[in-house]
């Protein structure tokens, strides 16, 4: 590739993402670096001068590139980032990326249907995630690929992604979305109608017929399945990653796949673990699970970059480490920063340490929503604690009566759903925690569920409605290395606010009349209440 060639990828790029072309100067620099110049170089052969190239141009056409051509580029590697988008052109050109739902297009004996698969003209860092998925799915031969994690992390971008770069080594590929809970008969004969090399074939009526048909295809040819949102058919509030009634069917499926030789690749994409995954799955072995994270820094900061700001503000890399890089996450702040703060970042983070904007407390709550009790009080207790705490420290404040065993499934589900961080230390122990974005959403739900509990119970004078304030220590102090209002305190407190005992005289005789009832009960329900009500009281009383 000469220079005159990269230079039209270049503009391109920049002209479908900001409707203009590249300025003079812009190309300047574009072409010392080419031909390997320092600023100071291409400076003398220009009328700029070198502050005003590599502070000012470079800086911002290295930030532009990057957004255009969809990964992070700088002065010394962007050539390699040309030759890329070069070839992912020629391939494009040959093999459209994204045909038609219903077409089932053939391009150079490569049958493709990307279903409801995403855009990715936009899609920024993820190398190592993508080599290493390309090793194991064209190297490796992997014959069950899982990409797990939370919501809004970037699983579907990531396999589109993936997909389109890989697409050539296969026959057919075919992605469907499980989001409305098709049954297993209607999945299977899409697939295997697109996968047979005779479709004209009379297909098999029942199931275990119809998942040996689909394996004899996968045997013939080499094909590329992705089955987007697989916890749309997964249980809620119970032990993650076991099937809702009526599509335990699918475990079938995958435990055909994965142990039957093939030279196929069924790649999964789900919040949660399946069983089969979790027992089938290893470094080593032909199914594997991939847990995907948050973007790294650089590349988070192109989201604020294309959200019009600089990507060098003040606290955008402590905003990054708060939401872990969440890419959902990331670019519903940008949207908030700057539409209630003048994209003022500093003072977000100074006047709310965490806001959650309601598309993405949406899908906090789909998360929540599906844990068992036992599941939710884990959480409650991880985010009273406002720091990792060990298993036995987490054990202990759960109910007296979860068995270890029980204790040992609740936790390994969390971490099925993605919703814990786990933390090693140099002696060995592990300590536990929630994510700071998953730490804020539960506090809220919890104080949400508190004020209800008491208004109810204040009402009918029941101590068995007193629920979560009953089960939940918030008079402990727990040890931290700062200044910072404790997370019992600052749950009181906005309890207190919210409830407003202050200005309303009978609300705390009800409340004071249940708190002699509380005393007069020796329900281990109860073993935090009393202590907690003194509190809420005492402050509302001053």
Known sequence: MNFEEALKIADAAVFAKTNRHLRDVEIIVLRGAWEGQKY???????RYTPEYLMQDVGSKLWKLLSVALGEEVSKTDFKAAFERRSRLQSQTAAQPIAPAISSGVTTNSVRLDWGEAPDVSIFFGRDAELNKLDRWILRDRCRLVALLGMGGIGKTALAAKLGAAIQGEFECLIWRSLRYAPRLPAILTELNAFTSSSPETQLPTTLGEQISFLLKSLRDRRCLLI???????????????????GYEEYGQLLQRIGEQPHQSCLLLLSREKPVEVASLAGETLPV????????QPTDAKNIFFVKGFSGSENGLDELIQLYRGNPAALKITATIIQELFNGNISQFIDQSSLVIGDIFANLLHQHFQRLSDLEKDAM?????????????????????GVSRSDFLKILESLARRSLIEKETYSSGESKFALEPVMMKYVI???????CENLLVAMQSQSTDKLGLIGSHDLSQEPEIEDDRITQPNLILTKVRERLDLRGTKSDRMQLQALLSKVRDSPSPKLQYAEKNLLKVLGEAEI
């Open 380 to 400: 409650y207790w991880l985010a009273i604690e406002q720091q990792p705490i060990s298993l036995s420290q987490l054990k202990t404040k759960l109910s007296a």
């Open 40 to 46: 100071h170089q291409i400076a003398e052969a220009s």
């Open 227 to 245: 089955l987007d949102d697989w916890e749309a058919i997964l249980r809620s509030g119970d032990i993650a990653g076991y099937y809702r009634e």
């Open 444 to 450: 809220q739900r919890f104080i949400q569920a508190i």
């Open 288 to 295: 594997r699970a991939f847990p995907v994270k948050g973007l």
